[in-house]
């Protein structure tokens, strides 16, 4: 059975840093693709950050600069660090495990608020 389980999230004030960690079991985590993937509320699901197999790296424009996502294949955990938070960074943060088409897999998402 294919778990993903992100950690991490809570209330952080603007120009705050959080990290998500994301903790996968029953995949071969080393072959998927990893990701990061938000929602905020009366908003479609996006993609936030990915990585590789290779550990190519993947961001939109509106994190740039600002959040770094990375994996550790030994512990079968990818992280999304996030730095220089703004209030629209307030969302849903969803993991994702991609590998093909009939491979994708959600984590149950981890709630993150930038506010003062």
């Known amino acids: 059975q294919v778990q993903l389980v992100e950690s991490g999230g809570g209330l952080v004030q603007p120009g705050g840093s959080l990290r998500l960690s994301c903790a996968a079991s029953?995949?071969?985590?080393?072959?998927?693709?990893m990701g990061w993937y938000r929602q905020a509320p009366g908003k479609q699901r996006e993609s936030v950050a990915t990585?590789?197999?290779?550990?190519?790296?993947n961001y939109a424009d509106s994190v740039k600069g600002r959040f770094t996502i990375s994996r550790d294949n030994a512990k079968n955990t990818v992280y999304l660090q996030m730095n220089s938070l703004k209030p629209e960074d307030t969302a849903v943060y969803y993991c994702?495990?991609?590998?093909?088409?009939?491979?994708?897999?959600w984590g149950q998402g981890t709630q993150v608020t930038v506010s003062s």
């Open positions: 990585i590789t197999r290779g550990e190519s790296t």
């Open positions: 029953g995949i071969y985590f080393n072959i998927y693709t």
């Open positions: 994702n495990a991609q590998m093909g088409y009939n491979n994708n897999y």
